[in-house]
Structure formats: structure tokens, C-alpha cells
């Protein structure tokens, strides 16, 4: 993990993991990368689950990753072949969709403060 962000040096961390604005029990893997982000003075934002289905309500996680692959056509590769069935686990590959789902939520939530700020100085 250090070296992840040594390499990448992001500016900020952004985890889900809030429901209706309360934290959900802790993750060990969330708990780990707070821990790494405040030693390296990193911010750490939260984006509440709900805002991340917001973006894609009423649909299924496989229709919601394509929806992400016409924006981010890089990743397509990722895409399994088609949706899982009840009986099947989830491919590995859907964690880099859940990613740019919460990266679309945070940039969303970004824009939509800075609207509002631009409008409330008008």
C-alpha cells in the first residue's frame, strides 16, 4: 500500500462505506488504508453508498460497469462476458467498476458543491 501511494502520489483517498451517513462497521482493508493515508498526511474522502447507486439507479451492476466502460473505454477489457447469474460469484474484474463508480460519485458530489457555491455568490 505505501508504495502504491508513493508511486502514484494521489493528493486524495476516496472509500465508500457510508450508509444514510453513518459509517458501516469498520473494514480491515478501510481501517489499513486510513491508517497508511494519515501517516503519509494524505486526505481521506468518504463517499456514502447511496450516492454511488444514485448514479446508476435502477440498474444492475453489469449494465451500470458498461454505462462506466462508454466513459472510461480503457477498462472495458475488465468486462466479464456476461452479468452473474445467482449461482455464480462476482468476477474479480467488477472491483475496478465498484472503483470508478465511487470516483464518478466523489467527482459528482465535487461538482455539484462547487454549482452551488458559484450560484450561492451570484
Known amino acids: 500500500m505505501d508504495a502504491l501511494l508513493h508511486d502514484w502520489q494521489p493528493e486524495k483517498v476516496i472509500l ?3 450508509r444514510d451517513g453513518i459509517e458501516l462497521p469498520r473494514n480491515p482493508v478501510g481501517t489499513v488504508i486510513e491508517w497508511v ?3 503519509m498526511k494524505l486526505q481521506v474522502r468518504h463517499v456514502p453508498r447511496k450516492e454511488v447507486l444514485a448514479l446508476f439507479s435502477g ?10 466502460c462508454v466513459q472510461f473505454p480503457e477498462i472495458e ?7 452473474r447469474r ?3 460469484n462476482e468476477p474479480h474484474s467488477m472491483t475496478v467498476f465498484d472503483a ?6 466523489y467527482f459528482r458530489r465535487k461538482t455539484r458543491r ?3 457555491t458559484a450560484q450561492a455568490n451570484h
Not at 77 to 83: A, E, I, K, T, V
Open 16 to 18: 465508500g462505506g457510508l
Open 37 to 39: 493515508c494519515s501517516k
Open 59 to 68: 440498474v444492475n451492476k453489469y449494465v451500470a460497469a458498461r454505462a462506466i
Open 77 to 83: 477489457h475488465r468486462l466479464p462476458d456476461h452479468p
Open 86 to 88: 445467482i449461482y455464480e
Open 100 to 105: 470508478a463508480a465511487l470516483g464518478l460519485a
Open 114 to 116: 462547487a454549482l452551488s
